[in-house]
């Protein structure tokens, strides 16, 4: 059941200090599936009718409707295939609401946002879908008022969606984890996302992780290879771009001072790997993109 037709009007809660905006609901239209995406918001898309394929950062996947896809401020993502696509989108800025400065209090970070792995979506179709509705239309209804916008009722309504999709999506992760008797495996790979999140400044070897974990290099490179489609490496400098980029569209720091906090003592090595993953100097992506944020 659609809950926003392609011809309504964009809704807007305009920014506090510029001639931006906090929070804007639109139907999703055409064009995004037309080019590549970079917004300076936080995006959550709802896709109600038709099928498609996403591509982001590293990877590529399949949807079909009804399913919510979510993106970090500055992540490219562009649908390379789109069929009958319907629904709405939600943004919101950092200043609205920063997921990165409150990562404890609905804990959607991680696992709607910034998850490299995982893909960034969350399949609808077995979902009782009620709670989100109720949350999206709470939300949509105070930012039509036509005056005095409560800025704070808003914002709780915001957070009770994300509460309510981050119960969903940690329900279809416990859901699609392997059988036993893959017990050991499911562990093994809880233990190495949890060690790349805290190591992956001073750590970038798989021979590290696997000595962590008291297994050979070679075994669990083919794990997360099974697990993930990808190299323990890839996996690896993955987390290691996503942070850079942060950095670099979030702060005012240099390259070399972005290079020494992720563990590179030679700068210059360091902007050669991130052109080699990403097809650009960390110089050109903060220029680009803080020529689309304008």
Known sequence: MSIFSNDEQALILPAKLDNNFDLKIKPLGELC????????YYSILWIQEGAGRVKYEFREHAFQAPALLFFSPYQPFLFTE???LK????????????????????SCNGVLFSNIYDRPMIDLETVNQDKLQRAFTDLRTELAEDDNLN?????????????????IKKTQLTDTM???????RHVLIKELTDLIETQFRSKKSPADYAALLN?????????VKEQFDLTLTTLIQDRVIIEAKRELYMTDKLVKEIAW??????PFYFSRMFKKYTGVSPEHIRAHYLEQGK
Do not use: N, Q
């Not at 800025?151 to 119960?167: C, D």
């Not at 297994?215 to 794990?223: D, E, W």
């Open 82 to 84: 789109g069929k009958g």
């Open 87 to 106: 629904g709405v989108s939600i943004h919101f800025s950092g200043d609205f609401y920063c997921l990165e400065r409150h990562r404890e209090e609905i």
């Open 215 to 223: 297994i050979s290099a070679k075994a669990l490179g083919k794990l």
């Open 33 to 40: 599936f037309r080019k590549v995406e970079r917004s300076r």
């Open 151 to 167: 800025r704070e009722l808003l914002l709780s309504y915001l957070k009770v969606f994300l509460i309510h999709a981050t119960r």
């Open 178 to 184: 392997p059988e036993a008797p893959s017990e050991k």
């Open 261 to 266: 906090e992720l563990g590179y003592e030679d």
